[in-house]
């Protein structure tokens, strides 16, 4: 038996005994033939991610692909989002650099992972994975490597706010891909732009 554990403007997520599985909804707002064509090529295009994904880092396999939907390996771990407040102070550090190291690896090979927060990474064993790419792309641009950072970075002031600074000062340890220096850089544009929004 299936049970939905998740659902998002996208896709409906449920759970069946040991994989999960993301199907992608039809939006009836768009155009039928229009819709049908994003939806399967979304669901291509994370497919592919997830399977270049697994050969740098931990994230989920893919079992099985369909037009509009993908079953996926189910880690069965903790949410990071979930805990890291509850973990002691050594304990989130070394998750964050763990969580920086990965990402880094995802950069050097240009998967930018497009919606980088702690609600999609899981903890497992000491292990940190990296779920759902389904915004994710490939890009060599320093610019979208520095979104992705700006992105963890906000959602570590929202969730978890009460040591975020030295948070993301351990993921940024961690984080070591070759343009490292050029990305931080950027990072600080990215930044003051979004002050200057407001």
């Known amino acids: 038996m299936s049970k939905i554990i998740a659902q998002g403007a996208e896709a409906i997520i449920s759970l069946e005994k040991d994989y999960i599985i993301k199907n992608r909804i039809p939006k009836l707002y768009r155009i039928r033939e229009i819709d049908e064509k994003l939806r399967k090529q979304r669901t291509?295009?994370?497919?592919?991610?997830?399977?270049?994904?697994?050969?740098?880092?931990?994230?989920?396999?893919?079992?099985?692909?369909?037009?509009?939907?993908?079953?996926?390996?189910?880690?069965?771990?903790?949410?990071?989002?979930?805990?890291?407040?509850?973990?002691?102070?050594?304990?989130?550090?070394?998750?964050?650099?763990?969580?920086?190291?990965?990402?880094?690896?995802?950069?050097?090979?240009?998967?930018?992972?497009?919606?980088?927060?702690?609600?999609?990474?899981?903890?497992?064993?000491?292990?940190?994975?990296i779920i759902d790419f389904g915004l994710g792309f490939i890009s060599k641009r320093i610019e979208d490597k520095a979104v992705d950072l700006h992105l963890i970075k906000q959602a570590l002031e929202a969730k978890h706010f009460q040591n975020h600074q030295e948070l993301f000062k351990n993921f940024i340890k961690g984080y070591e891909p070759k343009d490292k220096k050029l990305i931080l850089e950027q990072l600080k544009k990215v930044e003051s732009r979004g002050r200057y929004k407001h």
């Open 44 to 129: 291509k295009n994370e497919a592919k991610l997830l399977e270049k994904a697994n050969k740098l880092t931990n994230s989920p396999k893919v079992l099985k692909q369909d037009k509009y939907s993908l079953e996926i390996e189910f880690i069965n771990g903790e949410k990071i989002s979930d805990k890291l407040n509850s973990y002691e102070e050594k304990k989130q550090f070394k998750t964050m650099q763990t969580l920086g190291k990965e990402i880094g690896k995802l950069h050097d090979s240009d998967i930018i992972h497009g919606d980088l927060t702690t609600s999609n990474t899981i903890l497992k064993e000491e292990k940190v994975y």
